[in-house]
């Protein structure tokens, strides 16, 4: 790829828009790995939300991105493995979301975006009780069906990784498709195991700033009153998991706000699809992270037989009175599998 100017960040856009569309996917990793490494955050921060399309695609429009979820390492073992080393958590797109971070830039995602039960909380002007969500809603001239949320670029990154699993896409024709091959499995499942290990430490960031360090996001002061469940908030993070110490003052707060980040979008992307009356149970500051499970188990049963029966959860009613209609799908039931494993 030739050598692109550093003084016209648009024109850095329009670039890249015109030459990727001829390339390889590995072609593609090596052009943009090269661009992150060869431009400051100022000039990469246009690039950042085309670049989140470019991979992921739109949630409901024609884009399908790089179709990870269709990329088998069999089936093309040169583009598969490009695409898993860009994507690592230590790869390229990583150091990207690192760089962005280190500035404090935020991106808009739509709540339309968001599962059924979330985004009809928050269009009510119920807040959840989720840190995710808090002085993160922003509220256009043109009403409340067009809120957003304003996330800082690991949000904003993690949440179009998640979105990618429940958006509607196709496997090619004449294809053989495993789940557990693709690369969006193999992605996933390395973010899992560096920011949710099973066994010893959350390691610290390769990328760091000019303080030696990512640090966490700065708290914002919401504008508009939202009504919230109150409460501490309970983490759902394994208590033996540890964090490597640095150079702060705080070293736990530098490291886990990445891997608290990362599950819960997870969880509020893949999980939060039953109603809104139980949505809004779930919660409760009252509720334990255990009911939160029970009920995700109860649905992934459902979801593996043949039929849907009004069989009773204990607790909360029959099954049909709370379940948005939405069927997951085999391949999002194993991810959802492969995420409580780490929990």
């Known amino acids: 790829m030739s050598a692109l100017p550093l003084q016209q960040p648009s024109y850095?856009?329009?670039?890249?828009?015109?030459?990727?569309?001829?390339k390889t996917l590995i072609q593609r990793c090596l052009d943009l790995s090269k661009v992150i490494e060869d431009?400051?955050?100022k000039e990469l921060h246009f690039v950042f939300p085309w670049l989140m399309e470019t991979v992921f695609g739109t949630h409901d429009g024609p884009a399908v991105g790089w179709n990870l979820r269709y990329l088998q390492g069999r089936n093309n073992p040169t583009d598969f493995t490009a695409v898993v080393?860009?994507?690592?958590?230590?790869?390229?797109?990583?150091?990207?979301?690192?760089?962005?971070?280190?500035e404090d830039y935020k991106y808009e995602f739509p709540i339309s975006y968001l599962p059924g039960p979330v985004k009809a909380s928050l269009q009510e002007g119920v807040l959840p009780d989720f840190p995710l969500y808090h002085n993160k809603l922003q509220f256009p001239l043109s009403?409340?069906?067009?809120?957003?949320?304003?996330?800082?670029?690991?949000?904003?990154?993690?949440?179009?990784?998640?979105?990618?699993?429940?958006?509607?896409?196709?496997?090619?024709?004449?294809?053989?498709?495993?789940?557990?091959?693709?690369?969006?499995?193999?992605?996933?499942d390395r973010y899992l195991q560096y920011f949710l290990p099973v066994e010893?430490?959350?390691?610290?960031?390769?990328?760091?700033?000019?303080?030696?360090?990512?640090?966490?996001?700065?708290?914002?002061v919401q504008n508009v009153p939202f009504t919230s469940y109150g409460g501490p908030h309970t983490s759902l993070l394994k208590r033996h998991i540890s964090h490597q110490p640095s150079a702060t003052t705080d070293p736990a707060a530098q490291e886990i706000w990445r891997s608290e980040t990362l599950l819960q979008i997870f969880i509020e992307m893949w999980l939060h699809h039953y109603s809104l009356e139980l949505y809004q149970k779930m919660q409760s500051p009252h509720i334990k992270p255990g009911p939160q499970l029970e009920v995700l188990q109860y649905r992934l049963g459902i979801c593996s037989t043949?039929?849907?029966t009004a069989s009773p959860l204990p607790g909360y009613g029959t099954f049909h009175t709370y379940q948005e209609h939405f069927a997951p799908t085999e391949e999002h039931v194993l991810m959802v599998r492969l995420l409580i494993?780490?929990?």
Not at 147 to 173: D, G, Q
């Open 85 to 102: 080393e860009f994507l690592d958590p230590s790869g390229p797109m990583m150091k990207l979301v690192y760089k962005l971070q280190a």
């Open 39 to 41: 431009y400051s955050a």
């Open 306 to 308: 043949q039929y849907s």
């Open 12 to 22: 850095l856009l329009a670039t890249l828009k015109a030459d990727i569309v001829s």
């Open 143 to 188: 009403g409340v069906t067009s809120l957003s949320l304003s996330l800082n670029p690991f949000e904003y990154y993690f949440f179009n990784l998640a979105m990618h699993l429940t958006a509607p896409r196709s496997c090619p024709l004449g294809h053989l498709f495993s789940t557990s091959d693709s690369a969006y499995f193999v992605v996933v």
């Open 341 to 343: 494993k780490h929990l």
């Open 200 to 220: 010893g430490n959350v390691p610290p960031s390769p990328f760091v700033n000019a303080c030696g360090t990512v640090s966490p996001p700065t708290p914002r």
